[in-house]
C-alpha cells in the first residue's frame, strides 16, 4: 500500500468537515426551527416544554423586535391637568383629575352617541406556553363601513407574528378559549352626545392614548403626558 | 473532487446563513426622503406590479404582486427601502410597542428576489388602512412634505388610501392607487389627477381624532410614540371647512394657476374614468348572473359584485365638475372656457344655476350629440356619454346591485328588478342630492 497524498487527506478531512456541518443543519437549523414552530404553530395540541419567558423590559427605541413584550406603559412625563385646564376648563371644573375619570366622565356624563371599535388585538398564551395573536379589524375590501375581519396568529422564534389561516368558521370567543388572555388591546371612535369625539386606545380596559376633540380643541394624551396645542 | 468540495461549501454556508430580508446600510435622512420622492415620481408607475420586464430588459421582480389600497401605500415605500438599503421599521398591527421590519430572518431560505417578493406578501397579510396611522402623521399643507410618497387616508368609515406619485404644479396631486374589491381585480393599479371628495375622505370625523388626509411616514425613531410629537405634525388639514378644502389646498401648494378650461377638462377626465371603469365591473357582476344559480347571493359574492362605492365614487367626481363649474361661473361667467367646454358643460349640467336636486328632477334624456363627452360602449352596440349617465345616476336610475340585471345596472329600467326584490341586498347606495 502506497503511502496517502495530500489531496487525499484534503479531501476527506473536506468531506467530514462538510458531514459535521450537515450535522449541524440538521440538529441545530432544522430540527430547532422544528421545534420553535410546534411550539408557535401547532394549536397547542403538543406537549412541549414552554418557550423560555418573553422580557418584560422593552426598550422602546428598539427597532427589534426579537424577545421584547409590548411596550411598558410609563409615561415620560405628567401635563394632563394643564393640558384638559386649557382644553376643556369645563371638564378640569368637574375635579376630573386622570385620564381614566375623563373617559368615564365623558361616557356618563357627556354620553355616548355611537362607539365604533376598530382594532381589538388579543394576546394569548396557550397551555403549552406558545402565543398567538387574535385581531378583530375593520375590513378594509368591502364595500361594507362596518364589516369585521377576523385574523389569527402564531409568533415566530424572533417574535413576530405570522397570521395562520382560519376556516372561516371561527369567532373571537371560539380563538380566546383556545388559552388564557395575557393582554387586550382596544381602539376605538367614540361620537359623544353633544357632538364632540374621542379616538382611544385602551390597553387591559386601562386608557393608553386618546385624542379628544372638544368643538375644536384637541387634547391629546399618552397616559397622562398629553398636549393642547 | 476538490472543487466539488468546496462547492458544496459554499452551497452550505449560503443556504444557513441567518439573513435579514435585506441588509440596512443606509440611514433615513432629509437627503433619502428627497431621493425616495424623486423615485416616486419616476417609477411608481401603475404598471409597476403588472410588467414582466423593467426598462432596462431585467424581469421585474414584483410582477404579479396584486395589492389593496393599503398593500399599495405600504409597498411604495418598502420596495424604495429595499432597493436602497434603507431600514424598513412599522408598528406591529397586531401588539402596540413593537415592531415589523426589515430585520426578519423567516425568509432567509429564499434567494434575495424571493424573500422581498415573500416579505411584501408577509406585509400584505398585516397591513391595512387602520395600520396606516401608526406608521405616517398628518402633514402641514406645504409642498415641502405633501409631495410624491406622501399618502392620503379616509377615515375609517370609508377605509381607504393613496399614495402620491406626484403633486402637480397646479397644486393637484397625481394619485396611484388601487382596490381589490371586484372578482378579476388585476395587478395594474389606478390612477387619478384630482383631490378625492374631502366629504367622502374625512366622512364621520374632521378632527386629527379621525386621521383622515394628507400623510408622510414617520420617521423609524417615531414608530410606536404619539404622533403629536412627530416633528412635522400638524393640525393645519383639520382646520379647513370641508366646502373649501380641495379649492384651498389646490390653491397653497400650486407653483402655477390652473386655467379654468383646464380644470374642467381634467375634472371631466377623471370623471370619465369612473364611467369607463363601471363597465368592466358591471361585466364582471353580469358575467356572474348568467353563470350563477338562480335565486339570491351569499353576503361575500354579493360585495364582490355589488358597485356602490364605486359608484358614489364617480357621482363624487360629478359633483367635483360641478362645484368648480359653479365656482368658475360665479367668479368670472366662464369668460376662459372656450365654445366647445361650455356646450359640453351645459349638456352635463343643463341647469347648473339650480341645486343638483331642482337640476336632476329637471334633466332630461340626452342622446349623443356634438357636446357628448366620453361616449362609452357599455353593453354591446349601446353607448352612452358623461351626460347622460350623470342624468341616470343622478335620479337613482344606476343599480349598485348585482342581482339586477344590464338594463337595470345601467338605468335604462328603474330597479329593483323581480328578483332583487325578492332577495337580501347590503349597503345600497343612493345619491345624496342635498349638497351644492
Known amino acids: ?229 | 473532487m476538490l472543487r466539488m468540495g468546496l462547492l458544496l461549501l459554499s452551497f452550505f454556508f449560503v443556504t444557513t446563513s441567518q439573513a435579514a430580508v435585506w441588509t440596512e446600510v443606509n440611514q433615513w435622512s432629509p437627503a433619502w426622503e428627497d431621493r425616495f420622492a424623486e423615485w416616486v415620481k419616476r417609477e411608481w408607475q401603475i404598471d409597476f406590479f403588472a410588467r414582466k420586464t423593467l426598462p432596462n430588459g431585467q424581469s421585474n421582480p414584483y410582477y404579479g404582486l396584486r395589492t389593496d389600497c393599503a398593500d399599495t401605500v405600504y409597498s411604495m415605500r418598502i420596495v424604495f427601502a429595499y432597493e436602497n438599503k434603507l431600514p424598513f421599521v412599522m408598528q406591529d398591527p397586531t401588539a402596540s410597542g413593537r415592531t415589523l421590519s426589515n430585520k426578519m430572518n423567516r425568509f432567509d431560505k429564499y434567494s434575495e428576489d424571493r424573500r422581498i417578493k415573500n416579505f411584501l406578501l408577509y406585509m400584505y397579510d398585516m397591513v391595512s388602512t387602520k395600520s396606516v396611522p401608526n406608521d405616517t402623521y398628518p402633514v402641514a399643507i406645504s409642498r415641502d412634505i405633501v409631495r410624491s410618497g406622501a399618502m392620503i387616508l379616509t377615515t375609517t368609515l370609508n377605509h381607504h388610501s393613496w399614495s402620491i406619485k406626484e403633486m402637480l404644479p397646479i397644486g393637484v396631486p397625481h394619485l396611484v392607487y388601487n382596490s381589490t374589491i371586484g372578482a378579476t381585480t388585476g395587478s395594474t393599479l389606478q390612477q387619478r389627477q384630482s383631490w378625492p371628495n374631502p366629504e367622502w375622505v374625512f366622512e364621520g370625523n374632521n378632527t386629527p381624532a379621525g386621521n383622515a388626509g394628507i400623510r408622510y411616514w414617520r420617521p423609524v425613531e417615531y414608530i410606536n410614540q404619539p404622533v403629536w410629537k412627530v416633528p412635522g405634525y400638524s393640525e393645519e388639514q383639520y382646520r379647513v371647512p370641508l366646502n373649501k378644502w380641495n379649492r384651498y389646498t389646490q390653491n397653497r401648494l400650486a407653483l402655477k394657476r390652473e386655467t379654468d378650461e383646464q380644470m374642467m377638462t381634467r375634472l371631466m377626465h377623471v370623471t370619465c374614468e369612473g364611467l369607463v371603469g363601471r363597465v368592466s365591473a358591471v361585466n364582471d357582476g353580469l358575467n356572474y348572473l348568467k353563470t350563477a344559480p338562480k335565486g339570491c347571493m351569499s353576503y361575500e359574492v354579493y360585495d364582490t359584485y355589488s358597485t356602490p362605492s364605486r359608484d358614489q365614487r364617480v357621482f363624487d367626481d360629478y359633483v367635483s365638475l360641478r362645484r368648480s363649474y359653479r365656482d368658475i361661473l360665479s367668479i368670472n361667467g366662464g369668460n376662459e372656457l372656450s365654445s366647445t367646454m361650455k356646450a359640453q358643460l351645459q349638456k352635463i349640467f343643463p341647469f347648473i344655476n339650480e341645486s343638483m336636486a331642482s337640476e336632476t328632477r329637471k334633466m332630461s334624456a340626452t342622446d349623443l350629440s356634438e357636446a357628448a363627452v366620453c361616449t362609452t360602449q357599455y353593453l354591446p352596440g349601446q353607448y352612452i356619454d358623461l351626460a347622460e349617465f350623470k342624468r341616470r345616476l343622478f335620479s337613482g336610475l344606476i343599480s349598485n346591485n348585482p342581482l339586477d340585471d344590464a338594463t337595470y345596472r345601467w338605468g335604462q329600467l328603474r330597479g329593483p328588478s323581480q328578483r332583487a326584490k325578492m332577495c337580501k341586498s347590503w349597503d345600497v347606495w343612493v345619491p345624496n342630492l342635498n349638497q351644492n
Open chain 1, 1 to 229: 500500500m502506497g503511502p496517502i497524498k495530500f489531496k487525499t487527506w484534503l479531501t476527506w478531512a473536506l468531506v467530514l468537515f462538510v458531514l459535521g456541518l450537515l450535522a449541524d443543519y440538521y440538529f441545530l437549523h432544522m430540527l430547532f426551527h422544528e421545534k420553535q414552530a410546534v411550539l408557535n404553530g401547532t394549536a397547542g395540541m403538543t406537549e412541549v416544554p414552554s418557550p423560555t419567558p418573553l422580557s418584560e423590559t422593552a426598550d422602546p427605541n428598539s427597532t427589534d423586535n426579537s424577545g421584547t413584550e409590548p411596550d411598558v406603559d410609563t409615561p415620560n412625563r405628567d401635563n394632563f391637568n394643564e393640558s384638559l385646564q386649557k382644553c376643556a376648563p369645563e371638564i378640569a371644573a368637574q375635579a376630573v383629575a386622570t385620564p381614566e375619570a375623563l373617559m368615564e366622565y365623558l361616557k356618563k356624563s357627556v354620553g355616548v352617541k355611537q362607539e365604533q371599535i376598530n382594532i381589538e388585538n388579543y394576546h394569548l398564551a396557550l397551555a403549552d406556553g406558545s402565543q398567538r395573536r387574535v385581531q378583530l379589524i375593520s375590513a378594509d375590501n368591502t364595500n361594507s363601513a362596518n364589516k369585521k375581519e377576523l385574523r389569527f396568529f402564531k409568533l415566530d422564534a424572533q417574535g413576530y407574528p405570522e397570521r395562520l389561516a382560519l376556516k372561516g368558521t371561527e369567532t373571537v370567543e371560539s380563538l380566546l378559549a383556545m388559552g388564557k388572555v395575557q393582554r387586550t388591546e382596544r381602539k376605538s371612535e367614540l361620537t359623544l352626545k353633544d357632538g364632540s369625539q374621542v379616538t382611544l386606545e385602551t390597553h387591559d380596559n386601562k386608557v393608553y392614548e386618546f385624542q379628544f376633540n372638544n368643538h375644536g380643541k384637541i387634547l391629546s394624551c399618552r397616559l397622562k403626558e398629553c398636549q393642547c396645542p
